[in-house]
């Protein structure tokens, strides 16, 4: 147990050491601290390696770092992107399954639908649908982006990417085992928990608004706000088999609107950013382990994540195109959607459990995470320096109508 406070001095100080060297050099923070993981993990160092514990800490980190996000959201704006950030979804969703399955087809063959090879092939790119919007998320608060139209928009399409990834992911399992059930269940199960959610969601709004007049800027509301995030991340993946993230950003959803929202997102933000965040994207760095590559091996990786990469920009930023955002802003949504994390490698686990994949593939998935989740920062904050957000149409004409 000792070891594990050991382990967690080792990661604080390295990430903040290495969070203000990024921030030196013009990078955002989140780079730092990835890197530090890197450099004490087994790639470099062998200071640290990941554990139970150390897991749990990250895990902690993503969910109040998702709850976060969901309190300072602005709900108005989020309704207005709602159906543009379903198409983004969808869309990113659909190009990188295919990519995946064409990149894995062209190294290892092309073989019938519905035999294991094909199952395999397309296992490959459902593991390249996942998004992990928590470090966009970091760069986008660094760079004050987080609440516009262009930050709603890319975060609300990245939790139905979510949603979409794990039904995608069902299915997939589902048809390569024989059963066929994987589709309705997953459909019943999401429209569920946003059933659940909704009516949830009510109660306890009105309930921390009645809280929130009679305790105005107590620890109280944020101890309740808090047990409320953990509980809706708990049941969205125990009860409905969707993500705790969507949960804990649901959450935050649910009670931006009261009057201390502000006030319990700083609180968060203090003990998240001080201990949990850190955590969580150090241990993307701590799980790189590129000890086994042989050069067959080596190469898929690599064009593996080039793949990745290149789908997701180009499935997100064309349908961003196609609602009528310009071409700098639609690069600035692919870009943004093109990192992942945690869910990708939930997903590849799951394959590995049942014998979709061999575990000498995992490596590409690691390797995905650590290069989206270091080139990403670095190409937004390259982005929105060069090219400065515009008004999207729709939020030009509803300040126009407010004018009128």
Known sequence: MTSVFRDLAIIILSAKFCGLVARKCKAPQVVGEILAGLLIGPCVLNLVQTNDSISTFAEIGVVLLMFSTGL??????????????????????????????????????????????????????TIMTATSVSITVATLQE??????????????????????????LTCVLGASSGTGTGLGKVL????????????????????????????????????????????????????????????????????????????????????NYVLFAPVFFASIGLKTDISGLTPEILLFCVCFVIVALITKIIGCGLAAKICKFNWADSLKV??????????????????LAVGMVDAVYFTA???????????????????????????HPSAVAVNESGKA
């Open 72 to 125: 300072g959201t602005n709900l108005k704006e989020l309704i207005k992107a709602g159906p543009i950030a379903t198409l983004i979804a969808c869309v990113g969703v659909f190009v990188p399954l295919v990519g995946g399955t064409l990149l894995y087809s062209a190294f290892y063959g092309f073989s019938a639908v519905g035999s294991p090879e094909f199952y395999r092939a397309l296992f490959i790119g």
């Open 334 to 351: 692919g870009v943004g959607m093109m990192t992942r994390g945690e869910v990708a490698l939930i997903v590849a686990q799951k394959g």
């Open 365 to 391: 998935v690691i390797l995905l995470i650590i290069v989206s989740s270091v080139t990403t920062p670095l190409a937004l904050k390259t982005l929105f320096a060069k090219h400065p957000s515009k008004d």
């Open 188 to 271: 019943v199960n999401t429209l569920l928990f946003f059933a659940t959610a909704v009516g949830v969601g009510l109660a306890v709004h009105y309930g921390m608004k009645w809280l929130d007049k009679r305790n105005p800027h107590t620890q109280r509301i944020t101890i309740v706000s808090m047990a409320f995030c953990f509980a809706m991340a708990y049941i969205a993946e125990e009860y409905f088999g969707i993500a705790d993230i969507t949960g804990a950003y649901i959450a935050g959803i649910v009670l931006c609107t009261m009057d201390d929202a502000s006030y319990v997102e700083r609180r968060v933000d203090i003990s």
């Open 143 to 168: 760079l004050g982006q987080l609440k516009g139209f262009l930050g709603t928009t890319i975060v609300s399409a990245a939790v139905i990417d979510d949603v979409i990834g794990i039904v995608v």
